[in-house]
């Protein structure tokens, strides 16, 4: 499965923007999609993620009520639309996907990772 991810760049805080992943390859063999950041000095953490089959979705904390993440099955790509953002949400945005159930949350359980998307928030 190769990802390719997009839409990053620099935006004020309470702004808004969508973030694109695009999967091709073996897309039938994904079971989910996720969405994961990595600030400067810190480690990479979760952010949601969507099962590629039903659509179930899953949030951090710190994502829930101000992200959505969705899917559009033509053509293969997975979006992080994000509102309301801060500061604090600046990052190197990845997408990654994984192939057996269970996993979906953590960077240790992916599979696939594409290249990331930088995120800026201004304050």
């Known amino acids: 499965v190769q990802l390719q991810a997009s839409g990053g760049g620099l935006v004020q805080a309470g702004g808004s923007l969508r973030l694109s992943c695009a999967a091709s390859g073996r897309t039938f063999s994904t079971y989910a999609i996720g969405w994961f950041r990595q600030a400067p000095g810190k480690e990479r953490e979760f952010v949601a993620a969507?099962?590629?089959?039903?659509?179930?979705?899953y949030y951090a904390d710190s994502a829930k009520g101000r992200f959505t993440i969705y899917r559009d099955s033509a053509p293969n790509t997975v979006y992080l639309q994000m509102h309301n953002l801060k500061p604090e949400d600046t990052a190197d945005y990845y997408c990654?996907?994984?192939?057996?159930?269970?996993?979906?949350?953590?960077?240790?359980?992916?599979?696939?990772w594409g290249k990331g998307t930088q995120v800026t928030v201004s304050s």
């Open positions: 990654a996907a994984v192939t057996r159930p269970g996993a979906v949350t953590t960077t240790d359980g992916m599979d696939y």
């Open positions: 969507i099962r590629w089959s039903g659509g179930r979705t």
